[in-house]
C-alpha cells in the first residue's frame, strides 16, 4: 500500500494540470542507483500500465506502482515538504535503512 497525503495529493493535482501530455497520474517506483543503492523515480503518465497497483489518493488523485518497485515501497507514504527552505516530494519508507543526505536514494534493511 502507498499512501498519499493531502499536500502530495494537492501537489500531484496542480503539475498535472500543467502537463503538456494526457497525464492522469504519477507513476512512482524505483531503481538500482544513487549514493544508498537504490533512487525513487516519477513519471507522468496517461494510465497504469498492464501489471500496475493502483492506489487512490485525496481528492482522486491517482498513483500507479509497478509490483517489483512496490515490494521496496510497500507501506511507503508519498508527502510534499511546502517549506521554504525545502519543496519537494517526500517519500516516508518505513523499509529504508538510510537515505542519503539529498534524500533521493536511500538502502534497504535485509534480513
Given at each position: 500500500m502507498i499512501r498519499?497525503?493531502?499536500n502530495a495529493?494537492?501537489?500531484?493535482q496542480k503539475l498535472l494540470e500543467k502537463q503538456y501530455v494526457e497525464?492522469?497520474?504519477?507513476?512512482v517506483g524505483?531503481?538500482?542507483g544513487g549514493c544508498s543503492g537504490f533512487e525513487y523515480v516519477f513519471a507522468w503518465e496517461p494510465a497504469p500500465r498492464e501489471g500496475d497497483?493502483?492506489?487512490d489518493g485525496p481528492s482522486g488523485v491517482k498513483v500507479w506502482i509497478d509490483p517489483r518497485s512496490h515490494r521496496v515501497l510497500d507501506g511507503t507514504t508519498l508527502d510534499y515538504d511546502t517549506g521554504l527552505l525545502s519543496r519537494g516530494f517526500i517519500f516516508e519508507n518505513p523499509?529504508?535503512?538510510s537515505t542519503c543526505g539529498c534524500g533521493t536514494?536511500?538502502?534497504?534493511?535485509r534480513g
Open positions: 498519499v497525503t493531502e495529493a494537492r501537489q500531484i497525464a492522469t497520474g504519477l507513476r524505483v531503481k538500482a497497483l493502483v492506489f523499509q529504508a535503512k536514494s536511500f538502502s534497504l534493511e
